[in-house]
Protein backbone atom coordinates (compact mmCIF):
# COMPACT_ATOMS: atom_id res chain seq x y z
CA UNK A 1 0.00 0.00 0.00
CA UNK A 2 1.09 3.70 -0.26
CA UNK A 3 0.60 6.26 2.21
CA UNK A 4 -0.05 10.06 1.26
CA UNK A 5 0.77 13.53 2.62
CA UNK A 6 -0.77 16.36 1.41
CA UNK A 7 0.76 19.97 1.93
CA UNK A 8 0.98 23.79 0.72
CA UNK A 9 -2.30 24.81 2.09
CA UNK A 10 -3.07 27.15 3.49
CA UNK A 11 -4.73 31.28 2.95
CA UNK A 12 -4.63 32.81 -0.72
CA UNK A 13 -6.58 35.74 -2.18
CA UNK A 14 -9.17 35.47 -4.55
CA UNK A 15 -7.76 35.21 -8.09
CA UNK A 16 -4.36 34.19 -6.32
CA UNK A 17 -1.88 31.02 -6.82
CA UNK A 18 -0.96 28.07 -4.63
CA UNK A 19 0.92 25.21 -5.22
CA UNK A 20 -0.10 21.73 -3.60
CA UNK A 21 2.42 19.15 -3.30
CA UNK A 22 1.48 15.45 -2.23
CA UNK A 23 4.48 13.44 -1.00
CA UNK A 24 3.95 9.23 -1.10
CA UNK A 25 5.85 6.48 0.56
CA UNK A 26 5.24 2.92 0.69
CA UNK A 27 5.21 0.77 -2.76
CA UNK A 28 6.35 1.71 -5.89
CA UNK A 29 4.70 5.36 -6.71
CA UNK A 30 5.11 4.95 -9.93
CA UNK A 31 2.75 2.41 -10.15
CA UNK A 32 -0.02 4.48 -9.14
CA UNK A 33 -2.40 6.71 -11.41
CA UNK A 34 -2.87 9.44 -8.80
CA UNK A 35 -5.41 12.47 -8.51
CA UNK A 36 -6.73 15.28 -6.59
CA UNK A 37 -10.04 16.12 -5.39
CA UNK A 38 -11.63 18.57 -2.72
CA UNK A 39 -14.23 18.93 -0.26
CA UNK A 40 -16.45 21.80 0.84
CA UNK A 41 -18.16 22.60 3.86
CA UNK A 42 -21.91 20.76 3.34
CA UNK A 43 -20.67 19.48 -0.10
CA UNK A 44 -19.66 15.82 -1.63
CA UNK A 45 -15.84 15.61 -2.02
CA UNK A 46 -15.40 16.27 -5.94
CA UNK A 47 -13.22 15.52 -9.03
CA UNK A 48 -10.24 18.21 -9.71
CA UNK A 49 -7.85 16.34 -11.67
CA UNK A 50 -5.68 13.16 -11.70
CA UNK A 51 -2.54 12.52 -13.99
CA UNK A 52 -1.18 8.51 -15.40
CA UNK A 53 1.66 6.36 -13.65
CA UNK A 54 3.98 8.02 -16.74
CA UNK A 55 2.12 11.75 -16.46
CA UNK A 56 1.96 11.69 -20.10
CA UNK A 57 -2.16 11.74 -19.76
CA UNK A 58 -4.25 14.07 -17.34
CA UNK A 59 -7.49 14.71 -16.86
CA UNK A 60 -9.17 17.54 -15.21
CA UNK A 61 -13.16 18.85 -14.05
CA UNK A 62 -14.44 21.19 -16.32
CA UNK A 63 -14.58 24.25 -13.02
CA UNK A 64 -10.73 23.86 -13.33
CA UNK A 65 -9.39 23.75 -16.74
CA UNK A 66 -7.16 25.85 -17.78
CA UNK A 67 -6.48 27.20 -14.34
CA UNK A 68 -5.02 24.12 -12.26
CA UNK A 69 -2.01 21.89 -13.67
CA UNK A 70 -1.21 18.78 -12.37
CA UNK A 71 2.11 17.20 -12.35
CA UNK A 72 4.13 14.56 -10.71
CA UNK A 73 7.59 13.63 -10.34
CA UNK A 74 7.91 10.11 -9.93
CA UNK A 75 11.87 10.03 -8.52
CA UNK A 76 10.43 11.83 -6.30
CA UNK A 77 7.44 10.29 -4.96
CA UNK A 78 5.61 13.16 -5.64
CA UNK A 79 2.32 14.71 -7.45
CA UNK A 80 1.30 18.65 -7.39
CA UNK A 81 -1.77 20.53 -8.31
CA UNK A 82 -0.44 23.88 -9.26
CA UNK A 83 -3.70 26.24 -8.66
CA UNK A 84 -3.99 29.73 -10.33
CA UNK A 85 -6.72 31.97 -10.42
CA UNK A 86 -8.45 30.89 -7.19
CA UNK A 87 -11.92 31.31 -7.06
CA UNK A 88 -14.02 32.14 -3.46
CA UNK A 89 -16.00 28.89 -4.05
CA UNK A 90 -12.94 27.04 -4.50
CA UNK A 91 -12.23 26.88 -0.55
CA UNK A 92 -11.95 23.11 0.51
CA UNK A 93 -10.11 20.48 2.04
CA UNK A 94 -8.05 19.41 -1.15
CA UNK A 95 -6.67 15.57 -1.07
CA UNK A 96 -5.06 13.08 -3.00
CA UNK A 97 -5.74 10.01 -3.77
CA UNK A 98 -3.85 7.28 -5.23
CA UNK A 99 -5.16 4.73 -7.31
CA UNK A 100 -4.29 1.20 -8.97
CA UNK A 101 -6.22 1.31 -12.43
CA UNK A 102 -6.74 4.47 -14.89
CA UNK A 103 -10.37 3.48 -14.32
CA UNK A 104 -13.77 5.72 -13.64
CA UNK A 105 -10.39 7.86 -12.47
CA UNK A 106 -13.03 10.81 -11.85
CA UNK A 107 -14.78 8.69 -9.00
CA UNK A 108 -13.43 9.01 -5.90
CA UNK A 109 -14.93 5.46 -5.06
CA UNK A 110 -11.82 4.05 -7.25
CA UNK A 111 -9.15 5.65 -5.69
CA UNK A 112 -7.42 3.03 -3.01
CA UNK A 113 -5.30 5.09 -0.78
CA UNK A 114 -5.89 8.90 0.70
CA UNK A 115 -4.23 11.49 2.14
CA UNK A 116 -5.51 13.05 5.06
CA UNK A 117 -6.13 16.88 3.59
CA UNK A 118 -4.94 19.99 3.17
CA UNK A 119 -7.38 23.35 3.78
CA UNK A 120 -7.28 25.48 0.77
CA UNK A 121 -9.46 29.08 2.54
CA UNK A 122 -9.54 31.65 -0.03
CA UNK A 123 -10.66 34.86 0.97
CA UNK A 124 -11.38 38.43 -0.75
Known amino acids: QVQLVESGGGLVQAGGSLRLSCAAS????????MGWFRQAPGKEREFVAA????????IYADSVKGRFTISRDNAKNTVYLQMNSLKLEEMAVYYCAADETWVQTRRSEAYDYWGQGTQITVSS
Open 51 to 58: ISRSGSST
Open 26 to 33: GRTFSSYV
